[in-house]
């Protein structure tokens, strides 16, 4: 048995680890050969593959990126690439695709599974909004950076008088905003999922102020939007599965509170690829390779067109038509624990 194996999509720490995983048990206890593709389904349809063995993916565990690359490729969106994917599967006589990403790639997973081609899919992003999964690997890690940007905020801002924003990803969904904003001890807290009111926030930060509290710590997702109005974008255009680039919902906001809070002083701050490079922290290294085990597990048993999934403190698997077309937002209970917190 061949199986091969990419990652799609932004990167996020702990793919080496999955990666890892798979070969390590594909070769180990299945006697299986395997075979990494460049940089997402790009490689696919172009045929780029390179070799991973137990020699190559050694010392890889606490590495971020992806050593096989990655990259925003839709296959639906050039001229035969679904066709060419399955001419390049069956050419290098791949038996399985172990797909390591999120909504978008496991989205091309999915329709290339109905047309044949026998995948297993791990779910990855740093933004936990894939549907299904209780975590997705890398989350908690972006978190950790968030928390610790956020600590570090905080004695800056207090020193200075500052109301200090600090915009973290999140496109569609709070998650890295909100556990961060709760961990770190934000004052404020701006998620896509619920439209903020400059009025408002101004309010907590007054609200502060009568405290005797003159500084201020905001955390707004990037995908955050007034309400009435639509997300903040850094350039026009969109990518193959069009996403707009998102990014200045932070500078937004603090030009708009000096406007109406009365003698505030801001300051932003975009945390943007600094939460996705580096090392995984310990919790999603355990829980990349635990899907990675299980990815590899499902291909032997022949249990195609699914995903690995968190469910609890379990490792299951869904079929990936649970997943496609679905996000998983933010748990409103969670972020109204953390408005106890807000001014
Ligand atoms: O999808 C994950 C994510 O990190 C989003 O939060 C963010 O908007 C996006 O990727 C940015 O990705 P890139 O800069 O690589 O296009």
New binding site residues.
Partial sequence: MKVAILSG????PGINAVIRAVVRKAIQEYDYETVGVRDGWRGLIEGEFIPLDLKTTSGMLPRGGSILGTS?TNPFKHEGGPQRILQQVEKQAIDAVVVIG?DDTQGVAYKLSEMGLPSVGVPK???NDLAGTDYTFGFHTAVSIACEALDRLHTTAEAHHRVIILEV???KTGW?ALWAGLAGGADIILIPEIPFDVGEVCGYIEQRQRRGRNFSLVVAA??AKPKGGTEIVYSTGV?EFG?A??GGVGYYLGKEIEKKCQNIETRVVVL??L??GGSPVAFDRVLAIRFGIAAIDLVHEGKFGRMVVLKGNVITSIPLKEVVGRRKTVNLKLYKIARVFFG
């Fill in positions: 999509g932004g990167d996020a925003r999120g992003t740093i933004d990803m999140g496109r890295i990037e995908g990518d996403h680039k998102l943007g690829h939460q996705r």
